[in-house]
Every structure is written in structure tokens, then in C-alpha cells.
């Protein structure tokens, strides 16, 4: 006989505890998946072991039997140790963190598609290493062969070859037995990296995983990797939660990218998680930027990252020139239009020679805010609060938090007038300017509303990569690891969109979207050119960004954190409350700040007092939030006290929501 203590799959605060059965089965171990009996009710209730005991250490009476093992769906012991260590760090249930393990939906009951059907499986020779590349194998081999955690940050210009490092390190890592994952930050890049990990290892090595696919499609490539039959898992940030065995190796590309936050409960940070992991299995770390966040480079700073720079481009092509247009003096001059004069000659240019141009805004839709001339009413979402974008090719207004959409009024609702207006260009008025401007160039877009269809990302990437397109518009999609040979020209049509935005993280955001536009020109054999276009052309983002001084950069802006008491200096606890009343929700948080503030953990100017949230009108429920910047070492009672006051909340209103998060990377 065995005892087990198992997390019920009951979506309760009341019921995120451990419960204790015996099991007669004596192969039960952590990680398998149960069925058993729970409160009054007639049916079995799912469960998942946490512990496996001998004896009844904790002598409870009358305890219930576990009817049955799932065996199928059981899941590797050091993904439920990480459950347990999730669930305190992000202060979530267990249930929380355990749906991210077990395997998306049931066993189809017809064939499944398989997604890897449209990569190339044919063999590609393996190329020549650089004398940069070949030093930073050199340092990552012996640990992967130790079979100990060990954490790597490549800090490598665009081009620079840090694909082909991870590749070797993921066949080191499969010829001593054990398992890889290789995490990208956007789906746009799963394609491209799939492509190459699958010409290098087969297709029947590689399984994949990302919002795309079909819940059946998950189903069967997370039994692929739990079986065995697959070796490398590739995917957005829920790859980390691959059920392999024995990982031995956790790639993390483009490790700067917010994507890799989870904006959804658990609100989990895979880079963290991802070390975690390594901690608990052995595996080692390798993360690969052209421009490390601040944090990154903080922990590389003081020894817990190993440093590996690679300073030269793989092909010896030097980086693209670049130059600053100045916005203000443009209109001073009379140019009203989206192009400034040096960008315009540089695509005309490009375009001659037969070359390709991508052009970056990372803001979407036509205009990004519809306004009344006369009065200056500016048309909302009525249930987020928040202006809404203009969408021409549907002709109508969207909320691009809630979906919601809207005819555009032909006259003010508010004054009456007809002088409805859209400010602030997006992509859909670039393209559209682009194609005015440049006639003779075939011109396409990138970004969330172009790619909705399934296939239609890959088939746009795919017509650039052909030549088919000239002129590529986008969002931060085109920024991000796209490798196309025939790039001349880069358009940052304008630099400062993420400037002003509400957070601490804004100038490293623009800094890194900067670089990495600008890295997507001269990846072949000749040199590339980037325009940025900008209003604030003496900011010293903006020029460290256009001259690639990341050190520059980095010592500016790591100074202003110390300061400011901003990450890594600290951590940021954000508690948000959510509800339907708002008098109900001011109330709450003042009660949940009061109660903090009586445990005397918080010192003077470490708390803030209940706020409106950024967006403090949300999906039809009212938002406010409470800020706490913690001393990195007090942050764990931070933590266990917010449980606490989780527990003591849970019995007193169910009215209004409270969402705990650790380091957000948004504010709204």
C-alpha cells in the first residue's frame, strides 16, 4: 500500500491544497495522473500524485483510495517539482501550473494533420564555424557533457551565426541521450527555426508546439515528445513544459522578447522557469540576443550567466550603415508625407537594384485613433475604455484589447459635427502609402491583423523570401530574427511609438526594436543601409540604438534603475483587482493594502496606495492595482504574506477578483 498526496483538478481557491488517499497500486509515482474520489460527489475527479509515501506519516483516519492511474498521461517528476516551486513564486493554485504540464485535450478519435508535413527534411552539410563561434562552442561543450546546470547568454550582433550554435549544441546534447528545447518568441519564427532544425536532425526527431495548431495537433506532438519518438520540442514559451525524461538542453532565442511573460494566469516568466528546469534536471541554458534586456545583461554582469560575444557578422558583411532622419525638420521643410526625404531615395535606390526593403511601425491598423476636430471627442470602446483603432480594409473601428468593433460615426456623437478624423498612421495607411509612392514595387504586410488566417504569416514570409514582394510593412513581427539574403534597405518609420509608453521597460523596448529592425538589412553579400525616422533624433536611446552601442546603453540605463529601485534591483509585485462594482473594488484593495501594510513588512515608499490600473476600464469590469517595489531578499515574504491574504480574501467576497503577478512586463 502507498500514500499519495494529490492536487484535485477543482478550480477553487478553497480546494488549492494537497489531499491525501492510499493506492494499492505500488507503481504509483510522482507525476502520474489519477482519478479519485472527491467531496460528495458521484464521480471520480481527476488528480495529480505530488508525493508518494510508505506510511501514513500524518496518521489521518478514514482515508479514500485512488480508483485509477492514467497512465498515459503522466507527467516527468521534475515537472511537478516545478509545479510546486511555481505555484510560490508566481503566487498561482496548483491547478494553475499543472494544466501548463499535462497534455492539451484527449486522444483524437480521427487522423490528425501532422504540422511538420510542409518543413524541409532534406540534409544541409554542416557549415564552417568562425573563430568567434567555434570559441563559444568550445565553452558550451564541456557543460553539456557534464550533465549539470549550467546557464550561457550569446550576446551576438544580427547575422552573427547564433543559430548555428545552438544547433550544435542540440546534436551534442541528442548523441549523449538526451532531450532539447528550442523556444522562439513569436509563431511568425517558428516556421524558419523548424526549417532548420528539421534539415539538420529529420522531421521525426522535431515536434512542435504553439498556438496554431489544433487541440488535436497538440495532443499528438505532446505524446510524441512524452513517448519518446520526438527528441526536440520547438515552440513558443509553453515549450519549456515539454515532458521529456531528460532534457539536457533549454535554447532560448531572441531572450530580450516580452513575449516570453506569460500574460495570463499563471503569469509565469519562461526564462526563469526555463532555469528552474535546468536546476532540477541538469540541463544547460543557452539564451542567444543581438540586444540582452537589462536584466540579462545584469546577471552576465555579476556571474550568473556566462557571457559569449560574437562581434562580427558569420559572412563578414559589416553591419548596415545607418542614419537619422530628423521628423521635425522634414514638416519645417514641407514634407508632410510618412517618407522622409533620405528614406524615400534609399528605397528608390534599392528598389532599382533589385533589392528589398522592410519598413517597421510597430503600431497596427490604419490610424491609431479616430477624433472629433471640433471638440475633440475621441471615439472608445465602450466596455475597455480605451480609443479605438481604425481599420480601413474593414472599414471599421476595433478594440485591439477586447476585439470589440464599431461602424465609424459620420458625425460626433458628442457635438454633432462631421468633423471625424483619424490621427496617427498604422500599417494598413503605410502600405497603402508605400504602394502610392512606389507603384512599380509589389508590396505586402505583416502583422496581427494580416496573419489571422492559418498559413497566411508563412505564405507572406515565404512570397519575401521568393522575391515575389518588394516592399515588406510591418509590425514588431519583421523585426524579429527574420533572415532574408536580399534586404537593402530598413525603414524605422518612426522610432519613438514605444518611447511613451507607461513603463520603466520603454527605452530598452525601443533600443531592442531599433537594433533588431536594423539587423533584418545586408544579411548577404552586400552591405545594407537603415533609415530611422524620429521627432527626438537627440535621445540617447535613439542614438545608441543608431550607432549599436549597447554598452552605452546598458550603463545609462542600468544606472537609472539603481536609482529608480527598478528590476534587477528589486522585484515589482503587482496586485490588481478586478469587478463589476467599482465602489466594490476600491474597497477591496484599500482592505488588501491596509492589511499589507499593518504586517510592517513594507518600508517607507516601498508600497504604493491603491491606483486606477493604466486601463482601468477592462472588458465591462473596473481595475485597480497596487504597487510594491521589493528588495530582491524580502520578496518571499512579500509573497507568503499576498498567499495569506489570498486565503483570508477567498472567504470574504467573491465580487471582485484579485490577480497577484511577479515583474510584469505591462502595466495596463
Known sequence: M???????????????????????????????????????????????????????????????????????????????????????????????????????????VKAVKDPLNEYSSEPTPLPELTDEQQEAFRRIRPALRKREPARFLINGVTSSGKTEIYLRAAMETLESGRSVIVLVPEISLTPQTIDRFTSRFGKDAVAVMHSRLTMAQRYQQWMRVRSGEARIMIGARSAVFAPFSDPGLIIIDEEHESSYKSDQTPKYDAISTAMMRSQLSGAVVILGTATPSVVSMYRARTGYYSELKLTKRHNQTPLPL????????????????????ELYRKIRDALDRKRQIILFLNRRGYSSFISCRSCGYVVRCSTCGISMTYHKASGMAECHYCGKKIRVPETCPDCGSQYIRYFGAGTEQLQEAAAAFFPDAAVDRLDLDSTRKKGESRRILEAFRKGKTDILVGTQLVAK????????????????????????????TTYQLIVQAAGRSGRGEEPGHVVIQTYTPENRTILAAASGDYEAFYQGEVSLRRLSGYPPFTNILRLVFSGEDEKQVVEEALHVYHDIEKSGLPAEGEMFRPQPAYMSFLNGKYRYHILIKSPVQRTKYYRALIEEIKKQKSTRTSAVVMIAELDPYSFT
Open 2 to 108: 502507498k500514500y499519495v498526496k494529490v492536487v484535485v483538478d477543482n478550480a477553487s481557491n478553497s480546494t488549492d491544497q494537497l489531499y491525501t488517499y492510499r493506492c494499492a497500486d505500488d507503481r504509483v509515482k510522482i507525476g502520474d495522473v489519477v482519478t479519485v474520489p472527491f467531496a460528495r460527489r458521484k464521480k471520480e475527479i481527476t488528480g495529480y500524485v505530488f508525493q508518494v509515501s510508505e506510511t501514513n506519516d500524518e496518521g489521518i483516519r478514514r482515508l479514500r483510495d485512488v480508483t485509477s492511474i492514467l497512465e498515459d498521461y503522466s507527467v516527468p517528476e521534475d515537472l511537478i517539482r516545478l509545479s510546486s516551486w511555481m505555484k510560490k513564486r508566481y503566487m498561482c493554485r496548483y491547478l494553475d501550473v499543472i494544466r501548463c504540464m499535462i497534455p492539451p485535450g484527449r486522444k483524437p
Open 481 to 508: 530574427g527574420l533572415d532574408f539574403q536580399n534586404v537593402g534597405v530598413v525603414g524605422i518609420v518612426a522610432a519613438d511609438v514605444t518611447l511613451n509608453i507607461p513603463d520603466y521597460r520603454s527605452a530598452e
Open 322 to 341: 545607418v542614419s537619422i532622419a530628423d521628423m521635425r525638420m522634414e514638416l519645417r521643410e514641407g514634407n508632410r508625407s510618412v517618407f522622409s526625404r
